[in-house]
Structure formats: C-alpha cells, structure tokens
T-cell receptor, first 114, second 116 residues
Framework: AQSVAQPEDQVNVAEGNPLTVKCTYS??????LFWYVQYPNRGLQFLLKYITGDNLVKGSYGFEAEFNKSQTSFHLKKPSALVSDSALYFCAVTRRGNNNDMRFGAGTRLTVKP | DAMVIQNPRYQVTQFGKPVTLSCSQTLNHNVMYWYQQKSSQAPKLLFH???????NEADTPDNFQSRRPNTSFCFLDIRSPGLGDAAMYLCATSRDLTTGEGQPQHFGDGTRLSIL
C-alpha cells in the first residue's frame, strides 16, 4: 500500500522568506502526488499535483512542488511566504490503477509570522 | 460555482442517538468519499462510492453506514454514536478514471460532530 510521510509537524517562517514543507512517499509503481491546504474549520483545498512530465509543478497561490524520484520526495515550496499562507498542509499519494485510494500524510502546520 | 456542500456544518447529538450527515455535489463526479478527521490529523477514509458501488474500508466500524440515492447526494449514518466518534466528517468527490488518472479530490467544508 502507498503512504506518505511529512517529517515536520510544524514549520515557522517569516513573511517574505521562502518556505518549504517536506513530504516523502512510498508506493509500488508510479505515484500520483498531491498537496492540499486546510484552513480552520474548512475542508481540504487542492493546491497542485504531479502525474507525469516535468518534475517541477506549479499550483495555486504561487505554490510549487518538486518531484524527486531518487529521493522519493515531493516537497512543497513558495519563494515568498505570506501571513495568509498560515494553515495545515497535507501531502497525499495515489497510484496508477488505484486512483480512489488516496493516502494522506499527518499534516504540517505552517505559521508565517509578520 | 460547482462545489461540494455539506450540511449541517455543526451537529450535536446525544450518546447513542442516530445521526445523519449529508453531502451534495454539483460537479457531477462519479466518486464520492467520506472521511473522518480528528484534531487536525490526517483524514481517515471511511468508505467511498464509485457510482452505486459501495467500497468500505476494512477498519471502518459497522456503526458507520452510507447511502447514495443518486449521483448528487451521499449520506453518512452513524447508528449509535459514541464519544470517540466526535470529529470532523469530510465529504469529497472525484472524477472517474475514464477521464484520466490522477484526479484530485474536491472536498466540502465538513460537518463537525459533537457527542453529548
């Protein structure tokens, strides 16, 4: 079965600085990787995905993520953090042929300080 | 705008009293999911419907049931809620595989269930 790990429970950055939220995955075969963001008392909101092709994928709100097959990682990045980016971020994985079985990481709480 | 709508947003019930949570979608997606999320943890999949086909997760308690009367609506029934069932319940949808793999799931804003 596929799984993802988010090694950091909490990430703190200053506004205007670059941010990285880490994710590593484990799957047999080709992975489909996703990032979601969750604001308080809201559902998960899709940010971006990697299916195939370019390793660098761009998503909503200036976020991007880099797929690294050799390191089995899919870290979320943003060049300049905003206070409004403060939220809970989830990495998720499915695999080819089993699109409905999405596994989420434990989540990383991002806090951007003014 | 096309979306996933969950009602109510907050639900309070008594220990052991059956409760039903509802989800509707205007995305016309084939697949609908129910997740349980506790205290900012990862969402835990309870079950999903692929069209009318029901797929239960192996570790979902029998206390949790679901109904999907049509494409647009899906219900989560908790037959005898216990204190441990207090959580946020999230509904999600996705397109079926004929439109291509790697489809993201689209989530509603959840129903926060409290048990007295």
């Amino acid at each position: 079965a596929q799984s993802v790990a988010q090694p950091e429970d909490q990430v703190n950055v200053a506004e205007g600085n670059p941010l990285t939220v880490k994710c590593t995955y484990s799957v047999s075969g080709n992975p489909y990787l996703f990032w979601y963001v969750q604001y308080p008392n809201r559902g998960l909101q899709f940010l971006l995905k990697y299916i195939t092709g370019d390793n660098l994928v761009k998503g909503s709100y200036g976020f991007e993520a880099e797929f690294n097959k050799s390191q089995t990682s899919f870290h979320l990045k943003k060049p300049s953090a905003l206070v409004s980016d403060s939220a809970l971020y989830f990495c998720a994985v499915t695999r080819r042929g089993n699109n409905n079985d999405m596994r989420f990481g434990a989540g990383t709480r991002l806090t951007v300080k003014p | 705008d096309a979306m996933v709508i969950q009602n109510p947003r907050y639900q309070v019930t008594q220990f052991g009293k059956p409760v039903t949570l509802s989800c509707s979608q205007t995305l016309n997606h084939n697949v609908m999911y129910w997740y349980q999320q506790k205290s900012s943890q990862a969402p835990k999949l309870l079950f999903h419907y692929y069209d009318k086909d029901f797929n239960n997760e192996a570790d979902t308690p029998d206390n949790f049931q679901s109904r999907r009367p049509n494409t647009s609506f899906c219900f989560l029934d908790i037959r005898s809620p216990g204190l441990g069932d207090a959580a946020m319940y999230l509904c999600a949808t996705s397109r079926d595989l004929t439109t291509g793999e790697g489809q993201p799931q689209h989530f509603g804003d959840g129903t926060r269930l409290s048990i007295l």
